[in-house]
Structures are given as structure tokens and as C-alpha cells.
Nanobody, 122 residues
């Protein structure tokens, strides 16, 4: 179970923080990622973090604006989104992979959560 929270409506330039809390005892061994799917488009990679939180990877369009982090004691991964743009509008999903690495590959993810909608108005 990977329910995601924190989506909503925000104006251009605003901020949101998404969170995703996992059940179970293996969260700390999983690499975690955030993906998004805009209306009429394919799901795409946004950001990923390795099992320890020591390494992260971002798609170019969000570098410098988004930050992924995790708290293994709380089984939670976060996505802090700043300087939001209308093109960031999408349903955001968190996902986990058993390799423990910060993989950007959709096919590499073992678990997917329910998404949360982020809408950025212009």
C-alpha cells in the first residue's frame, strides 16, 4: 500500500509537498520514486531516491525546483515541489523498487501507489 497525499490546486510559482507512506517493514530497503501522468500523456519519471536517502536523481525539467527525500523511521517518502508551473499539472504517483536504487525506469518499479492530483493554474 502506497497512498499518496498532498496534491491540490496551486498558482504558478507556488509550492506543494507530496508524501507517500508505506505499510510493511521493508520500506527502508526499497528505492523510491515519484512519477506523474498528465492528461492525454504517458506516465513519466519525476524523481527517485535510493534506500538510504543518500542519492537522488531527477528528470531535467524539475531539477532545482523539486526535492525528493525520505524518512525511513516513518516509512515515508516526500516530494517538495517549488516554483510550480502549469506544465507540472498531473496525477503524481509514488512507487517502490526492491533493488534499493534510485531507478528512473517505470518498468523497474515493483509497487505503485494511488495517485494524487496536482493542478497548477496560470
Amino acid at each position: 500500500q502506497l497512498p499518496a497525499f498532498g496534491g491540490g490546486l496551486v498558482q504558478t510559482g507556488g509550492s506543494l509537498r507530496l508524501s507517500c507512506t508505506a505499510s510493511g517493514r521493508t520500506f527502508s530497503t526499497y528505492g523510491m520514486g515519484w512519477f506523474r501522468q498528465a492528461p492525454g500523456k504517458e506516465r513519466e519519471f519525476v524523481a527517485a531516491i535510493n534506500w538510504s536517502g543518500g542519492s537522488a536523481y531527477y528528470t531535467d525539467s524539475v531539477k532545482g525546483r523539486f526535492t525528493i527525500s525520505r524518512d525511513n523511521a516513518k516509512n515515508t517518502v516526500y516530494l517538495q515541489m517549488n516554483s510550480l508551473k502549469p506544465e507540472d499539472t498531473a496525477v503524481y504517483y509514488c512507487a517502490g523498487n526492491a533493488s534499493g536504487y534510485e531507478t528512473p525506469r517505470i518498468q523497474g518499479m515493483n509497487y505503485w501507489g494511488k495517485g494524487t492530483l496536482v493542478t497548477v493554474s496560470s
